[in-house]
């Protein structure tokens, strides 16, 4: 028996990262009994793929495809009147049937976020080769208020950082194992990658993976500048990967366009007449219907987003705000409140979306220290520490720059969850930089820096449980609210 608890002693850290991660994210996911924010949407295109259903959509499907996966295992809702969900594409909350669960709609998301604690993990104990290394920086992915309260819904974000950190993780293991790259990592990596972006098109930041992967690869040949061997090298990994990319999210869609049998109420989505006549000929999962149906969802999509209304922060109630405010949590969103007053005291239950101050803001002034390191390298020529810790620390505040550069581009109203994916890449780059300036600590375990990411560990969570009623719905006073309105950039308002 003690042998067999040795053998699998490096489970037990993981293992237990993980509970506390479900346990976090799990706990009473299917409140608040009523949908709320994107849910609205979201909810509505998962029971239509379980309705058969044919309708197009701004995102591609892999997510509502897992929410609607998740109500049919897990719903229990079969009883309920749910045709109203065939009709529109935003359901009121009046259109609802009485009685309705959220447990199964919510199951995907939920509890795909709270799994990817695990890549998480993973990715920074193959960095710094420390358990508790890993498991202090994994505090911040699980004990993150908005991460938390934006997953346990039904929405695209937690579904898509788990695939993210399944192909971050990959790249980090095919990068750490000392071996030569081969075709079937860009492959694999191709597919993953594909699923990210069949979620939302936003994911197609990973690209750049398959940049570093092949810098890594071809290194040498790229010192020698030796370009023929990197010409006929990228002859082969470029289509190794990008086929696999296309098939994956190809496949989605295929699935998204066979589901689609029935039209209902005459609502095609301007679908070309090619489409139509397949579907009505009951030929929806052939390959002419895919074909059209690839095509017209495309389409689609673009359009859609394209008529999408832009931020004006003068307009009352404007939810969306600048991305150069996200990295310090502006502007929190208020998704669902619920209002009750006993013996003349009002108490609200807020489903907030609300920065962790002490995760978001450690993760801005990781960004700038890194920046500050790369900028003292590569401008003025000083000396790294340690080689292949600072080229980690290049990828992830890369990734990070690179997604809020892209968004900045874009005039179309944002929100501040668009933010959660780089900062998951913010945490992963606070991590490596604390393993590369304590480096020769952590090296010996020197107990003072364990202490201190205890301590740090410790203070997250303090306030993670301090915000917690805005994570979980719990009621508050006004005086309580204003306790945690700590920043007038939140632009926090009480309901009273």
């Known amino acids: 028996m003690l042998q067999t608890i040795a053998r699998y002693r490096r489970f037990w850290v993981p293992a237990l990262v993980l509970l506390v991660s479900l346990l976090v994210y799990g706990i009473n996911y299917g409140s608040p009994k009523s949908m709320f924010w994107d849910e609205n949407y979201h909810i509505t295109s998962g029971q239509k793929y379980l309705d058969g259903t044919l309708f197009m959509e701004l995102h591609p499907p892999l997510g509502k495809l897992l929410i609607a996966a998740g109500e049919a295992v897990f719903g229990g809702n079969e009883a309920l009147d749910k045709r109203a969900f065939s009709r529109t594409d935003y359901l009121q909350g009046s259109q609802v ?93 191709g597919v993953l990658v594909g699923l990210v972006i069949s979620v939302k098109l936003n994911g197609a930041v990973l690209l750049l993976l398959f940049v570093m992967l092949w810098g890594v690869d071809q290194w040498q040949n790229i010192k020698r500048f030796d370009w023929l061997a990197l010409f006929k090298r990228l002859a082969v990994t470029v289509p190794a990967a990008v086929v696999p990319l296309v098939a994956s999210f190809a496949s989605v869609l295929y699935v998204h366009i066979a ?87 009002t108490r609200v239950r807020y489903i907030q979306i609300i920065a962790n101050p002490v995760v978001w803001f450690s993760v801005a002034a990781g960004i700038v220290l890194s920046l500050g ?51 998951v890449f913010g945490m992963l780059n606070l991590a490596v ?40 719905g719990l009621p508050i006073n006004e005086d309580q609210f204003e306790a945690r309105n700590w ?10």
């Open 259 to 345: 589901l689609g049998e029935n039209i209902v109420s005459n609502r095609t989505y301007k679908a070309s007449e090619a489409y139509l006549n397949e579907v009505r000929e009951g030929h929806s999962a052939g390959p002419k219907a895919f074909y059209y149906g690839f095509r017209d969802n495309l389409r689609y999509m673009l359009e859609y987003s394209d008529g999408v209304a832009r931020l004006d922060i003068c307009k009352p109630g404007e939810n969306g705000s600048y991305a150069i405010g996200w990295p310090l949590g502006n502007k929190s969103i208020n998704y669902r409140w619920d209002k009750n007053t006993i013996d003349g005291e």
């Open 373 to 423: 390191l790369l900028i003292s390298r590569f401008v003025y020529g000083n000396p790294v520490k340690d080689v292949r810790l600072f080229y980690w620390v290049l990828a992830f505040t890369g990734l990070y720059v690179s997604y809020m550069a892209a968004i900045l581009q874009i005039e179309r109203v944002m929100y501040l969850y668009h933010y959660l994916v780089p900062l």
């Open 487 to 496: 920043f007038r950039l939140w632009q926090m308002n009480v309901v009273r």
């Open 433 to 472: 930089l604390f393993t590369y300036i304590y480096h020769d600590d952590i090296r010996v375990n020197r107990r003072h820096t364990m202490v201190n990411l205890g301590l740090f560990v410790l203070l997250v969570v303090a306030i993670f449980a301090w915000f917690s009623p805005f994570t979980y």
């Open 97 to 189: 049937p009485g009685g309705m669960s959220y447990t199964g709609f919510r199951f995907a998301s939920t509890f795909l976020m709270a799994a990817s604690v695990l890549f998480f993990y993973g990715i920074v104990w193959r960095i710094s080769r420390r358990t508790w290394v890993a498991a202090g920086f994994s505090a911040l992915l699980i004990f993150d208020n908005a991460l938390v309260v934006h997953s346990r819904s039904a929405m695209l974000e937690g579904i898509q950082l788990f695939f993210i950190l399944a192909a971050l993780y990959y790249f980090v293991v095919v990068l750490t194992r000392d071996r030569p790259v081969r075709l079937p990592q860009y492959a694999m990596l």
